[in-house]
């Protein structure tokens, strides 16, 4: 992918992502955040925080389907989008909803399952933020960098729960939600069974595993190859 389709990709990642932010701070300027804001804001920053973990998440179903490489480029901006999402959406409850109310707040996540799966949402995204950068990759090396960060499908999952459970009965939307999860993670199950399941170079009649790596040139060869361009820059020195 060339360099202007990156950056215009990502161009539209930043302004779909921070289109409803704006549209509430619209809002707020204009008077015009509806009859409950505080519901309002809190319910629109959640919901688009969880729009942008699940988009992040569908960014590797998305290569194993299609082959296509580009959306991995996006799955940590669309990440950390939602992660900024998800303190705005904490920050409005404790600070908006409760007023700081602290006492008041540990027993509502004591009492109330969705704030209990919530706030543990939110704990999880904060390891998985600190450590997205390529200093952290390379400090935790890649392995358990890739481990750590498959909580991703733990916290989607949580979020889709939050929403379930806080969603008043008769509404549809949160199992939209659910159900685009499971597709995401049945693809991610599917590409891993193809993957254990893909045949492998078996031992030859003799034991003799088959080599996966090109045989180097006999010894005569390889000494002609050295003294080519060795024979060269003689030749251009004369």
């Known amino acids: 992918m060339s360099h202007p389709v990156r950056v215009a990709l990502k161009a ?3 302004i779909g992502s921070l289109w409803p932010l ?8 204009t008077d015009d955040l509806g009859a409950n804001p505080i519901e309002y804001v809190t319910r629109t920053l959640g919901l688009t925080a ?6 992040s998440l569908g960014m590797t179903p998305l290569r194993a389907l299609f082959g ?3 959306p991995i480029q996006l799955r940590r901006l669309l990440g950390l989008l939602a992660f900024f999402y998800v303190c705005l959406h904490f920050a409005v409850w404790i600070g908006l909803d409760h007023f700081f109310a602290w006492r008041r707040m540990w027993e509502d996540v004591l009492k109330r399952p969705f704030i209990t799966v919530g706030v543990s949402a939110l704990l999880l995204l904060i390891p998985l ?3 997205s950068t390529q200093g ?19 916290i989607g999952g949580l979020g889709v729960l939050h929403f379930l459970w806080l969603a008043k009965k008769g509404r549809t939307t949160p199992y939209y939600y659910a159900i685009a999860l499971a597709l995401l993670l049945g693809v991610r199950v599917w590409d891993w069974g193809r993957k254990k399941l ?3 170079p078996g031992p030859l009649p003799g034991g003799e595993r088959v080599s996966q790596t090109k045989p180097s040139p006999p010894l005569g060869e ?17």
């Open 50 to 55: 969880l729009v942008l973990l699940l988009t």
């Open 198 to 200: 893909a045949p492998h």
């Open 222 to 238: 390889r000494a002609s190859v050295r003294a080519g361009p060795l024979a060269v820059r003689r030749g251009l020195k004369e």
């Open 22 to 29: 704006g549209v509430l701070l619209r809002g707020f300027m």
């Open 68 to 70: 296509w490489s580009w």
């Open 12 to 14: 539209a990642v930043w």
């Open 136 to 154: 952290m990759i390379k400090r935790l090396g890649g392995a358990r960098w890739r481990l750590l960060h498959k909580l991703a499908y733990v």
């Open 129 to 131: 933020a600190a450590t």
